[in-house]
């Protein structure tokens, strides 16, 4: 059974940085992309960020791109999310998600994520 | 890039509903579908615009015509009370969006 567990959410204020991970089991982890989703309280669902299955190419929306870094451990099965530079905007449940890969495409599983709140 | 979704659907219980999402690259892209319950991470419904993982029921189903990609689901139940999302890639297939969900109520 394919487990993502997050971890690394808290409060933290503006301009402060944060480290999520995500451990992953119950999949061959170095052959699958992964990739971060985020949904702001009440609001909808953004994707943030997107890594290879060998953490070569690495991908970012506009929203975070030279705040946030995302890399991975294939040797330990973690995915990590670096957010530097902080905004109240950041505020949302933080989701790691499995890439289907080239089978299924998009995300075939997520795990139940961690809560950032930036406060000011 | 954006998709584009209708905020709300309405339907009564063993009726069908369809959900639809819009955008210029769905005609090059593939199409995935997500269902969040309340409290809830999401769960995959479709993928590759028609395909459904296994556990999904068959009344779950997925269609695309050009820049329109639609989510019907049939014998609508109570359960089906939900946030769907679909999400696609722009032109580059690299950068992924998601619609901004549609919130469909059981009457």
């Known amino acids: 059974e394919v487990q993502l567990v997050e971890s690394g959410g808290g409060l933290v204020q503006v301009g402060g940085s944060l480290r999520l991970s995500c451990e992953s089991s119950g999949f061959t982890f170095s052959a699958y992309g992964m990739v971060w989703v985020r949904q702001a309280p009440g609001k909808g669902l953004e994707w943030v960020s997107g890594i290879t299955e060998t953490g070569v190419r690495t991908f970012y929306a506009d929203s975070v791109k030279g705040r946030f870094s995302i890399s991975r451990d294939n040797s330990q099965k973690t995915l990590y999310l670096q957010m530097r530079s902080l905004r109240a905007e950041d505020t949302a449940v933080y989701y790691c998600?499995?890439?289907?890969?080239?089978?299924?495409?998009?995300?075939?599983?997520w795990g139940q994520g961690t809560l950032v709140t930036v406060s000011s | 890039y954006e998709l584009t979704q209708p905020p709300s659907v309405s339907v009564s219980p063993g009726q069908t509903a369809r959900i639809t999402c819009s955008g210029d690259?769905?005609?090059?892209?593939?199409a995935y579908w997500y269902r969040q319950r309340p409290g809830q991470a999401p769960v995959t419904l479709i993928y590759?615009?028609?395909e459904r993982p296994s556990g999904i029921p068959e009344r779950f189903s997925g269609s695309s015509s050009g820049t329109t990609v639609t989510l019907t689901i049939s014998g609508v139940q109570a359960e089906d009370e939900a946030d769907y999302y679909c999400?696609?890639?722009?032109?580059?297939?690299?950068?992924?969006?998601f619609g901004g969900g549609t919130k469909v109520t059981v009457l």
């Open positions: 590759k615009d028609t």
């Open positions: 998600a499995k890439d289907g890969g080239e089978t299924q495409g998009g995300i075939d599983h």
């Open positions: 999400q696609s890639a722009d032109n580059s297939g690299l950068y992924w969006v």
């Open positions: 690259a769905l005609a090059k892209e593939f």
